[in-house]
Nanobody, 123 residues
Framework: QVQLIESGGGLVQAGGSLRLSCAAS????????MGWFRQAPGKEREFVSA????????DYADSVKGRITISRDNGKNSVYLQMNSLKPEDTAVYYC????????????????WGQGTQVTVSS
């Protein structure tokens, strides 16, 4: 059974930082592109960031560029999202996803999804 388990969310003040983690079981993430999405209350799920299988390529939504860094450790079967200079508009449930390529991540065609971790940024 494939599981993607996110952790690291919480409540932080504006300007603060959080590091999200996504631990995979039941699949080897080295064969998948990995990504992060978020969904705020009343809004659709949106793409945040993605990283290729070898970490040679990364992709970011314009709204988070310069503030968020995606990384992965295939040996630990995990992917991370370092979020700095957080803003209240970053408040959302953050989801980890796995897909066969970056394009699939971008197009919301991921094969596997996590259950999400809540990030709340207070002003």
């Amino acid at each position: 059974q494939v599981q993607l388990i996110e952790s690291g969310g919480g409540l932080v003040q504006a300007g603060g930082s959080l590091r999200l983690s996504c631990a995979a079981s039941g699949l080897a993430i080295s064969t998948y592109a990995m990504g992060w999405f978020r969904q705020a209350p009343g809004k659709e799920r949106e793409f945040v960031s993605a990283i290729s299988r070898s970490a040679a390529s990364m992709d970011y939504a314009d709204s988070v560029k310069g503030r968020i860094t995606i990384s992965r450790d295939n040996g630990k079967n995990s992917v991370y999202l370092q979020m700095n200079s957080l803003k209240p508009e970053d408040t959302a449930v953050y989801y980890c996803a796995a897909a066969k390529g970056l394009a699939a991540i971008r197009e919301h065609r991921s094969d596997y999804w996590g259950q999400g971790t809540q990030v709340t940024v207070s002003s």
